[in-house]
């Protein structure tokens, strides 16, 4: 049923100019106080303003309705430019920029343990855990498989590979 919604939205989108769900992304700060009052899992998209990857990564899979429609409903999605110069305060810790080589963000270098490749996404449990995180490109089936092994809590019972022969992306794969 969700598959020929979206296939009607696509179509009335390309049709008439109607603008199709979006991701509604948050920052980290915003995304942990709404997480106080409703939990919710975090994605957590770290990019760089110079990375390409990331900007086909926007458009192909954050692009995706099938994929904003998902991450807008189980998770709160946070963007997280990886050199912003702004200081992050989560709870009693303040993440800075740290001018260092190219320079980098203390919160972006957590969450990836210091292995800093862009485009990343990071999946974090409603208590602020790190599940995974993942880089490189992830094309949209892809993204769609992870986001929704972890956001639908199968990756607490099953294994990626069991997952995978019960689970049938509803996005092909390019």
Known sequence: MTFKITQALV?????????????????????????????RKFMVDVYTDWCGWCKVMDKNTFGNIIIAEYLNAKYYPVKLNAEQKEDITIGNTT??????????????AALLNGKMGYPSVVFMDEKLNIIQPFQGYLKPKQFDEIARFFGDDVYKSKTWEDFLKSYKSPIAEE
Do not use: C, D, M
Request: hydrophobic share 35%.
């Open 11 to 39: 179509f009335l989108t390309f049709t008439f100019g109607l603008s199709a769900q979006e991701v509604k992304w948050y920052t980290i700060e915003q995304a942990v106080e709404l997480n106080k009052k409703e939990p």
């Open 95 to 108: 993440y800075k920029y740290v001018a260092q080589g190219r320079g980098y963000h203390e919160l972006a």
